[in-house]
């Protein structure tokens, strides 16, 4: 693992712990992990510090805050966008996390972004590029709705304390596990879990849920979901959006460029004589021309760029 993406991953665990110890409810057993955590390495206590101060100084000016944001509107909520990095990002992770257990709140991301909420009870969300999605830790319920885009979870256990997914296909339930949501066109999401279970519910099917296990994917539309196995090989293949990846293996040309273009905001349109041709490969999501140009090179395609920013991938004519 290369040295930025295991200190993205210091980090992001020094932001979970820090969140957990401020909000209090530790088990002797979530101490006795911590421990094992700080000793580890010498940079885990120094980030766990940083964050705790962080998070102390962004607590004192809560009250202000909120006495603020209230006279500008009655309801509680603050719209907050995720834009910065590095440490910037840190303290955004920070302030999100204490201002999520007061009260609802709605967190963003912009075209080729990627961020990481740690939440006080102990889960994280990683949102992809233009991701929107509303969070409230009630009392009874760990409340989430997802209007678009795509976000990793990763639940703490709390079984008096369901986490629920709204989408605009439907409802996913858990109590404490690892999964993947991601908006696709047309309203239809696709759910992939990659620990341990949860229970999915269209959302004109009010009666029915389905369970789904550890290496399952669904894809959820409002009336119905189709569920089918994920090889164990490429499983984490559908995290590759965290490390600004795209992973293709035999992948339509249209897929893999709704992908793309998803990330980037943009807008592509496949000529349907060539959407079906298949694409294979580890891809930067931040490389859309390089993209554009190797399915130029690989595929009997030719990619009209409009005055307007539309793309269009067209067959090459004899091909």
């Given at each position: 693992m290369?040295?930025?993406?295991t200190h993205e991953r210091i980090e992001e665990e020094a932001s979970l712990w820090a969140a957990r110890l401020d909000g209090g409810g530790m088990t002797d057993a979530d101490r006795a992990t911590l421990a094992t955590w700080l000793a580890a390495n010498?940079?885990?206590?120094?980030?766990?510090?940083?964050?705790?101060?962080?998070?102390?100084?962004?607590?004192?000016e809560f009250d202000a805050?909120?006495?603020?944001?209230?006279?500008?509107?009655?309801?509680?909520?603050?719209?907050?966008?995720?834009?910065?990095?590095?440490?910037?990002?840190?303290?955004?992770?920070?302030?999100t996390a204490i201002v999520a257990t007061r009260g609802g709140e709605e967190f963003s991301t912009g075209a080729a972004e990627r961020h990481v909420a740690a939440l006080s009870d102990g889960s994280r969300i990683a949102l992809n590029a233009l991701t929107e999605l509303h969070v409230d830790l009630g009392k009874a319920e760990r409340h989430?709705?997802?209007?678009?885009?795509?976000?990793?979870?990763?639940?703490?256990?709390?079984k008096a304390r369901p986490f629920v997914v709204e989408t605009p296909a439907g409802v996913v339930?858990?109590?404490?596990?690892?999964?993947?949501?991601?908006?696709?066109?047309?309203?239809?999401?696709?759910?992939?879990?990659?620990?341990?279970?949860?229970?999915?519910?269209?959302a004109a099917a009010a009666s029915s849920?389905?369970?789904?296990?550890?290496?399952?994917?669904?894809?959820?539309?409002?009336?119905?979901?189709?569920?089918?196995?994920?090889e164990p090989g490429a499983l984490q293949?559908?995290?590759?959006?965290?490390?600004?990846?795209?992973?293709?293996?035999?992948?339509?040309?249209?897929?893999a460029l709704e992908r793309f273009a998803a990330y980037h905001g943009r807008t592509v349109e496949v000529d349907g004589r060539v959407a079906d041709r298949r694409l294979g490969g580890r891809y930067s999501l931040d490389d859309f021309e390089g993209l554009l140009e190797e399915i130029e090179r690989v595929l009997p395609?030719?990619?009209?760029?409009?005055?307007?920013?539309?793309?269009?991938?067209?067959?090459?004519?004899?091909?």
């Open positions: 290369a040295r930025d993406e010498p940079e885990h206590r120094w980030l766990l510090s940083r964050y705790r101060q962080l998070s102390a100084q962004l607590e004192s805050l909120v006495e603020s944001a209230t006279q500008a509107r009655a309801t509680a909520r603050r719209r907050w966008r995720i834009g910065a990095t590095g440490l910037a990002a840190a303290a955004v992770v920070a302030f989430v709705r997802l209007t678009r885009g795509e976000a990793w979870f990763d639940v703490a256990p709390e339930r858990v109590t404490g596990t690892e999964f993947n949501i991601r908006a696709r066109p047309k309203g239809a999401v696709e759910v992939t879990v990659l620990e341990g279970r949860v229970r999915v519910q269209p849920e389905t369970a789904l296990e550890i290496g399952q994917q669904a894809l959820v539309t409002t009336a119905a979901l189709d569920v089918h196995r994920v293949n559908v995290l590759a959006w965290r490390e600004g990846q795209a992973v293709f293996e035999d992948t339509p040309l249209s897929e395609v030719r990619v009209l760029r409009q005055p307007d920013g539309v793309v269009r991938v067209v067959p090459i004519e004899g091909r």
